[in-house]
């Protein structure tokens, strides 16, 4: 049996992935553990959230799944940072994990180039450092052009408990315990790397009085440009907001030792952005009450998350934390907390396009990459298996800009820098979020998924009308009123104060008071939401927006500045042994990713760009 | 790796001794082909006494520092000869060393590689070059304390207030949901701001003000003939013990004198041979004090007290008003008949020698000479330091107006990044090609 493309795994990398190469007419197979847990979510029944609401849509304007999956599985669902810069608003929605794995699964059978198994991979196969395909549990050798591997936390785990451990993926699955070995053999550094999900709780057993109730949105919200979400707010659940308490501490302080992480069963690296209770205890010992939430996991079933209390605590342990918390006095614990360390690879060994620099062909998304988080996941897989689409059809790959999109970021910072720990994406990590914002994701990378050829036709068309409609509207607002009795009796009735010069709409926009919707009367057509929020974000912004371009349109200088990968940085004079070790691991392609890599100074960037010059001459 | 370079690093044609400077992984030995003795197995960090030799002729009699990487300022290997023979000996030293395929150091290149080789960051490199130019203790006090790298260190630590109120307004947006953490207020924003201004502030006052300290201010002394202008010159020279003649470096060509005041370079700058006789003095017109007027940074206009303003007075009055000036009225032992007003006048006579103590003081306070004050000193020394910290202004007044305007704080937050990254590149720890190309191209150390 002969595909074009084998995905490995079938996590939210592996399901956008799978997509992505069956819908490029691929003839693809999907290999997974076990079926039933396509497009699971092990921890937090939630998708989107500070920046990684951003990448749902970057996901949903290049054509992928995420965003219209979870559309289709809501629960609640609400804008972030609404008392902020649109540069920073994003969606979170609380997703219900059965309908969201159930969605996905039909979605994925639709798919007519897909076919599904259910093994693990040992194996690969590879000649001359190209893969040619995978071997199996089985031992089946099944052919492929390329394979995208996924394997997220399945990569030789552990499951860790107190000081118990055991050699198993989420949910008691089977790990993968050779592939890794290979990976190894293969010429990849393998890294250890740790993460950690709290107790889930029996619903009709919490005293919901001594919470605090956090409600969804209360407007129609939703992830996709293009496809309209089936979701009613008014069904919405809510989430509740808990602290912990004097006496949940001081359990954790005199148990310390008995958790996984500090009882010193770890070896891998946790996520600096995700710490354990313990953790958060430990290094913040002045704070008196951490927050916590409570959040419905499924309408399907009666279970809550403790959001904020992932614990290594032993069980009997962790029984007396939870009662400890307000509300939760006698519940019911349904499932405990657990660490688990998985291996990864150090991504620094990956091209920009998510081809692995070992072994030609073979590319990897997710976990394995030494990323956390369901979203960071699947923009890979994405890019990963529109990449090596790209590339079984010899064309150029697509590497998004750190200007352009969020996954552009993610993707170069990867590369780049490598990860000490799970990798999480945060706004902090863009250097121009003004441009990568929530609203204008289609706009940013539509054209982008139209060209590899995931944008149908219904998708273009809401882009290219949205498109023009903004174009139409700014042309608009070009017009100058003058303050006639009249004009100003209008702007009045609106609300607007009163003008006492001539003055364009485009200028009185820009005033805090005045929206598109106020000005009304002057445009001669109403406007859709979308298309009046992203011109007065334009026109609002301006000058913040316009100091971003230029910032980026300085830093693409250096990004023009190529460096060819035949340079063996030992033979660049006096490049610091540090700068000397990283350039060569990383082989950068520009001068541009060569500063962004830690421990490359400006001085070695000055040598280097001597080194280009005096090569020209 | 980098090759060996040398230089004559002392000012050519001054001093009894002049200094060759070998710096690069082949100095020792090369040097060590050139003299009597054997450096190779000299100690690190010892001084000599050789000769320098062409086969077997004895060019001159030297001492030799011999230091070995990296405790240097190259971090390098760096052999010092200090020359004892006058120019043309020294100059035959040079040439023996680029004989042994030693090469000729590009202007500054000694600094740019204690640059390169991390010895030294972009403030401290700039410094060192001011060193070489300074030419008062007042000045040279300021430029060691930027050499130490406290301007650097200033700098440094604005910038990690800036990353702290980054990180918090940055930690805000990624984690809404926790309201426990503490939210970066307008409020706090405001005070940060405004006590991170006034620091920059003050190195930009400070920076202005070193140019005065490190260059000098440039007077020029212009009158009427016969008001007595080669006196009052006199006088000031006189006045200080000190006299500076002959100054090497680019305004040698127009200064005629130089002397201290509160530890500054006051250069009084050459009107076409004023003091050579008062009946030659007496052809310089309007047009000679309109060419001097255009390089002094201060105007001192004499009059004569004994005379009414004349046409030629009014003229000077004229040219003049827009530089910084004081008005010397002069002959005050004689009768009054000069009516004039002016918030700068000084009277002088300088035949009983009166007044010439005030218009020393007119200077100092003009320049606020007393307050320069040298051990808090921060300043950047290069125009484009200067700059890029002059930008943060505009920063800054965008943080203001946003505040103002009730701007979210998410995009107040884009201008902190901005100044952070400027000071960045002050500092040299943001890499910018423009930054480091000019640098290099202003230098002049080392040859």
């Known amino acids: 049996m002969k595909y074009d493309i084998i995905v490995v795994g079938g996590g939210h990398a592996g399901c956008e992935a799978a997509l992505v190469s069956a819908r490029l007419d691929n003839k693809t197979l999907l290999i997974t553990g076990n079926i039933k847990n396509i497009a699971d979510c092990p921890c937090n029944p939630s998708v989107g959230g500070s920046a990684k609401g951003i990448v749902v849509r970057e996901i949903d304007a290049l054509g992928g799944e995420m965003g219209i999956n979870a559309d289709k599985s809501l629960i609640q669902i609400k804008k972030l940072n609404t008392r902020k810069g649109p540069a920073v608003w994003s969606l979170r929605s609380q997703i219900d994990k059965v309908d969201y794995s159930q969605n996905m699964i039909e979605t994925l059978n639709k798919e007519n180039n897909l076919e599904i198994k259910e093994t693990l991979v040992e194996h690969l196969i590879v000649e001359n450092n190209t893969v040619k395909g995978v071997i199996t549990r089985e031992k089946e050798q099944i052919e492929a052009k390329a394979v995208i591997l996924t394997t997220g936390t399945y990569l030789n785990s552990n499951i860790l408990v107190g000081s118990t451990k055991k050699q198993e993926g989420p949910h008691g699955e089977e790990t993968e315990l050779n592939l890794s070995k290979d990976l190894k053999n293969l010429g990849f550094t393998i890294q250890r790397l740790k993460t950690g999900t709290p107790p889930r709780i029996k619903r009709d057993t919490i005293d919901f009085s001594k919470t605090k109730v956090e409600k969804g949105s209360d407007v129609h919200l939703q992830f996709s440009f293009y496809e309209k979400s089936p979701f009613d707010i008014e069904k919405q659940e809510d989430c509740y907001l808990i602290y912990t308490t004097p006496k949940t501490h001081k359990i954790i302080y005199d148990n310390l030792t008995k958790s996984a992480m500090y009882g010193g069963y770890v070896e891998g690296v946790g996520p600096r952005y995700c710490p354990s209770i313990e953790d958060k205890l430990v290094k913040f010992k002045d704070k008196e009450r951490h927050q916590l939430f409570l959040e419905p996991e499924s309408r399907h079933y009666d279970s809550i998350y403790i959001q904020g209390f992932s614990s290594s605590m032993p069980i009997d342990v962790q029984d007396k934390m939870v009662h400890s918390l307000p509300g939760l006095e006698n519940c019911e614990i349904q499932k405990y907390a657990y660490a688990i360390e998985y291996d990864a690879i150090d991504p620094t060994q990956l091209k920009r396009s998510l081809e692995t620099k070992v072994i030609e062909n073979l590319f990897t998304a997710g976990q394995i990459n030494g990323t956390s988080g369901y979203e960071e996941a699947a923009c890979q897989g994405l890019m990963a298996a529109i990449n090596a689409n790209q590339k079984l059809k010899n064309k150029e790959p697509l590497v998004l800009g750190r200007d352009e999109a969020y996954i552009g970021v993610l993707i170069d910072d990867l590369v780049t820098k490598g990860t000490l720990d799970p990798y999480r994406l945060l706004t902090s990590r863009a250097e121009y979020r003004l441009l990568l914002r929530d609203d204008n994701a289609d706009l940013r990378l539509t054209e982008h998924g139209r060209e590899v050829g995931l944008v149908k036709d219904k998708q273009y068309k809401v882009f290219t009308d949205k498109k023009r409609k903004i174009e139409e509207l700014l042309k608009k607002l070009e017009q100058t009123i003058t303050p006639t009795k009249k004009t100003n009796e209008i702007l009045e009735k609106s609300g607007i104060k009163p003008i006492l010069d001539k003055i364009s709409l485009h200028d009185l926009l820009k005033k805090p008071d005045v929206t598109v919707e106020k000005l009304d009367y002057f445009l001669n057509n109403k406007y859709e939401k979308e298309v009046r929020e992203e011109v007065e974000i334009m026109i609002k912004y301006e000058g913040y927006i316009k100091k971003q371009i230029e910032d980026a349109e300085k830093q693409k200088e250096y990004e023009k500045i190529k460096l060819s990968e035949d340079i063996d940085y030992n033979n660049v004079p006096n490049l610091a042994l540090e700068a000397r070790e990283k350039l060569n691991k990383i082989k950068p392609t520009s001068i541009g990713q060569a500063m962004r890599i830690s421990g490359v100074n400006p001085s070695d960037i000055s040598i280097l760009t001597i080194y280009l010059r005096s090569k020209h001459e | ?447």
């Open chain 2, 1 to 447: 790796m980098n090759d060996t370079i040398c230089a004559i690093s002392t000012t050519l044609g001054v001093g009894a001794i002049s200094i060759v400077r070998v710096s690069g992984k082949e100095a020792i030995e090369k040097v060590n082909n050139i003299t009597n003795i054997d450096l190779t197995k000299k100690k690190s960090h010892t001084i000599s006494y050789a000769y320098i030799k062409d086969n077997n002729e004895i060019i001159d009699e030297v001492l030799i520092s011999i230091m070995k990487a990296p405790k240097t300022f190259t971090t390098e290997d760096t052999v010092e000869i200090n020359c004892h023979g006058g120019i043309a000996t020294t100059e035959k030293v040079l040439e023996l060393l680029l004989k042994q395929g030693i090469r000729l150091a590009e202007t500054g290149e000694f600094t740019k590689r204690a640059f390169l080789n991390g010895r030294i960051d972009l403030t401290e490199a700039e410094a060192v070059n001011d060193l070489i130019n300074t030419k008062t203790d007042k000045a040279r006090k300021i430029v060691i304390n930027n050499l130490k790298g406290t301007t650097s260190n200033k700098i440094r630590k604005l910038r990690e207030r800036l990353v702290k109120i980054i990180n918090n307004i940055e930690v805000n947006i990624d984690y809404p949901e926790y309201q426990d953490i503490e939210e970066m207020t307008v409020e706090k924003i405001k005070e940060e701001i405004g006590s991170i201004e006034e620091e920059l502030e003050s190195i930009i006052t400070n920076s202005e003000n070193s140019k005065i300290i490190t260059n000098g201010i440039n007077i020029a002394i212009i009158g009427r003939p016969n008001v007595g202008k080669s006196s009052i010159l006199n006088k000031l020279i006189e006045e200080d013990k000190a006299i500076v003649t002959n100054i090497p470096g680019t305004t040698r060509d127009i200064v005629e004198a130089s002397f201290n005041l509160n530890g500054i370079t006051l250069n009084l700058i050459d009107t076409a041979g004023i003091r050579e006789t008062e009946d030659i003095v007496e052809q310089i017109g309007v047009k000679k004090s309109k060419e001097a007027l255009e390089k002094a940074d201060l105007v001192l206009l004499i009059l004569n007290n004994n005379e009414k303003l004349t046409k030629e007075d009014k003229e000077l009055l004229e040219i003049s008003k827009n530089k910084k000036r004081i008005i010397v009225v002069n002959k005050t032992d004689l009768e009054k008949k000069l009516d004039i007003k002016d918030e700068n006048i000084v009277y002088t006579n300088t035949i009983e020698e009166k007044g010439i103590e005030e218009l020393l003081d007119k200077i100092s306070e003009l320049y606020k000479l007393e307050q320069l004050e040298t051990n808090d000193f921060y300043y950047v020394s290069t125009i484009e330091q200067l700059n890029k910290i002059k930008s943060t202004r505009n920063n800054i007044k965008d943080i203001k107006a946003g505040l103002k305007e009730n701007i979210s704080i998410d995009m107040l937050e884009i201008d902190l990044r901005e100044i952070w990254q400027t000071l960045g590149e002050v500092i040299g720890e943001t890499y910018t090609e423009e930054l480091l190309d000019n640098l290099f191209k202003n230098f002049c150390v080392g040859k």
